[in-house]
């Protein structure tokens, strides 16, 4: 697997789970292997209920940092990318699909500022 085309051409790409009923799961692949899981809750109150890194690897197998946080639901965690055709991912041999939502050039919140990004380029030059 490669996963700098799944990251795509900025710092990452963000993948979201086909709807189910409360939550809404979002996964960020960035170009350094690191890996963001986010579950949303839908509704008037929305925000995130929980957020856990991770890293992959070339087989498309993540690993969680651990110890979890307190509400972590840690069967909601994609563990390993069984199918991937360019756009549509698969995760453990489920039948939900997850789409990508926005390619990523920089994302600030969490570590991948422009400066980080430029100073990137620069060194593999």
């Known amino acids: 697997m490669n996963l700098t ?5 900025g710092c990452g790409t963000r993948y979201e789970k086909e709807y189910q009923n409360k939550f809404r799961d ?8 690191k ?9 008037e109150g929305a925000c995130r209920v929980f957020s856990v890194w991770g890293v992959a690897d070339h087989s498309g197998t993540i690993t969680y940092k651990q110890p979890f946080s307190n509400g972590v639901d840690a069967s909601a965690l994609p563990h390993q990318i ?3 055709n ?3 991912l698969l995760f ?11 390619e990523l ?3 600030s919140q ?11 380029r620069l060194c593999k030059r």
Do not use: A, K, M
Not at 26 to 33: A, K, L, V
Not at 35 to 43: D, I, K, N, P, S
Not at 110 to 120: A, D, E, F, K, V
């Open 92 to 102: 453990d041999h489920q039948r939900f699909c997850w789409q990508p939502i926005r």
């Open 110 to 120: 969490n570590g991948y500022s422009p400066i980080r990004l430029l100073l990137r």
């Open 35 to 43: 890996v963001l899981f986010e579950r949303f809750c839908y509704g």
């Open 86 to 88: 360019g756009h549509i």
């Open 82 to 84: 069984t199918s991937w």
């Open 5 to 9: 085309e799944l990251c795509g051409s």
């Open 26 to 33: 979002c996964i960020t692949f960035y170009f350094d292997g």
């Open 105 to 107: 050039t920089y994302d």
